[in-house]
């Protein structure tokens, strides 16, 4: 049987080793697995000596970006009230706490990033008679978007 390192963690705290071996029928075989390193795994899960406590104090225990679970629709509406106060996307995100990318998909989907030039064409075309799917195709915004500005367009002139 013979065995091979074939990685170790840049700490050294656990190797990959693989195994080849003869089986009973005479074929050959390899087994690969992972094992702790017993003399240089300094947090002791894997040797006899006692790992070291570890101590985190609590004003450094701060919340990773991601960690928040599903946007909900309350995080979105303060979203959009930051937005509208004049904070870029940046800051939103790095307030709340989430990728840019996701903020700005759902400010967009909100119809806020609209600018006034595509506010204009949507509830034009709106005027027409266009429906929310033919809007969204023509500008290139998800129909949520079209919808809500055309909502807005319908609070404002009194058709709701």
Known sequence: ??????????KGR?????????????RLGRVRE???????DVRGLACDVAAQPISVEP?????????HGPVTAADVDTWCKWYRQGKSVADISEMAGR?????TAKLKK???????E????IRSLAAQGWTAAKISKEIGYPRAAVRCCVREM???HGEV
């Open 1 to 10: 049987m013979n065995e091979r390192v074939i990685w170790t963690h840049p």
């Open 14 to 26: 656990f190797e990959v080793v693989e195994r080849t071996y003869r089986a009973l029928d005479g």
């Open 34 to 40: 992972c094992r702790f390193t017993l003399r240089r």
């Open 59 to 67: 004003a450094l225990c701060v919340p990773q970006k991601g960690v």
């Open 99 to 103: 990728n840019e990318k996701t903020v």
């Open 110 to 116: 909100r119809g806020v990033l609209l600018t006034d």
């Open 118 to 121: 595509e506010q204009r064409k």
């Open 154 to 156: 319908e609070v404002q």
